[in-house]
């Protein structure tokens, strides 16, 4: 045979060939080569939040005077400790706590240390005179807050003890986001504090202003929580032009003292001390029962601890009941919560 002959009887032997060695087609190839050269991590799934009903309360007290029933009567009623709605709480303690690497912030501005707030955009006069926000928050020991749109007017007030997350600076400001709410906003770095890495909150006090009673409770592990006192107390009423409603929400414990000294309204006449006291908000403290100048001795105990309001602000307790909270609750990492 010629080669002439011959020449297309090969080309047509090799082309078959390559086409046996194929074994696969190109989109397989591709889809093939996709997989084994795709290394992106795959994202963890977000941990669950938890509910009220998840949450397991055990009572082990550590302070046992005076101690409440879960139902109790109240003149011709009864008062109940609100489980439920305490459940639901530690549950939002448990969940705003997940991310472990979250940059605690604390508003603080108490006695305006930090320079009196700026007037909001809308604003109004209390019953007690003072300027105050749309929610009723007073400018006086208030945190501005502004919209991340607008730097120039704030738009409401935070209340001094606030708990934020801190989620970046711009210039002077810091952008936060309220727990709870998730609201963001910018506000000026001086009336913030940041926390350390470490903070944790394990210690809870529960103030319930409509039943006039508290609980404090301890986390020992995701979900589960002690009981370690429940007791009468105490809170504010609405009596201006001094006497102002403890405010309700959820509120850092920033400092103790052994003796807070107060003055007699409208004067700047020494007026008395309540032992063991823990501040929380504005000048809001948790404390015994108070000793009225020029008496000196401290008192264990009162017969209005559980009945009604008659505080200025603050929340009284049993003063060695005071003396267990201002030992056992940590500064800067214990909550104080005020329910009704």
């Not at 963890?44 to 005076?66: C, F, N, Q, S």
């Not at 007037?119 to 208030?142: A, K, M, P, T, W």
């Not at 986001?177 to 913030?192: A, D, F, M, N, Q």
């Amino acid at each position: 045979m010629k080669l002439p002959t011959l020449l297309p009887f090969m080309c047509a032997c090799l082309l078959l060939a390559g086409c046996a060695h194929r074994t696969s087609s190109p989109a397989a190839e591709l889809a093939t080569d996709s997989i084994r050269t795709d290394t992106t991590p795959t994202r963890p799934a977000p941990k669950p939040l938890l509910k009220g009903t998840d949450i397991v309360i055990e009572k082990d007290l550590l302070y046992d005077k005076y101690t409440l029933k879960d139902t109790y009567p109240q003149k011709d009623t009864a008062w109940s400790f609100k489980w439920t709605l305490i459940e639901e709480w530690l549950a939002e303690v448990e969940n705003m706590q997940r991310d472990s690497t979250c940059r605690w912030v604390v508003m603080q501005n108490y006695k305006n240390r930090n320079r009196e707030a700026p007037v909001v955009r809308n604003y109004h006069r209390n019953d007690y005179g003072r300027v105050s926000d749309s929610l009723n928050i007073e400018r006086y020991q208030s945190a501005p807050l502004y919209l991340l749109t607008d730097t120039a007017v704030p738009e409401r007030y935070g209340r001094d003890g606030t708990l934020a997350y801190g989620e970046g600076e711009e210039g002077s400001f810091m952008r936060i986001r309220l727990t709870g709410s998730g609201e963001k906003w910018l506000v000026p770095k001086r009336y913030l504090k940041e926390l350390p890495d470490s903070t944790r909150f394990h210690h809870v006090v529960i103030v319930d202003r409509g039943s006039q009673h508290i609980a404090t409770l301890e986390r020992q592990a995701k979900g589960h929580w002690l009981v370690r006192s429940m007791n009468p107390c105490t809170t504010g009423r609405r009596r201006p032009p001094y006497a102002q409603p403890t405010p309700l929400g959820m509120f850092l414990l920033q400092e103790k003292k052994r003796r807070m000294v107060y003055l007699k309204d409208g004067s700047a006449e020494h007026g008395g001390f309540a032992p063991y006291a823990c501040r929380f908000t504005n000048g809001a403290y948790l404390h015994g029962v108070p000793v009225n100048a020029p008496h000196t001795q401290e008192i264990e105990y009162s017969y209005s601890l559980g009945t009604t309001p008659r505080s200025h602000m603050c929340v009284r307790v049993a003063t060695s009941h005071g003396k267990f909270i201002y030992e056992w609750a940590p500064v800067l990492q214990s909550l104080i919560i005020v329910v009704e």
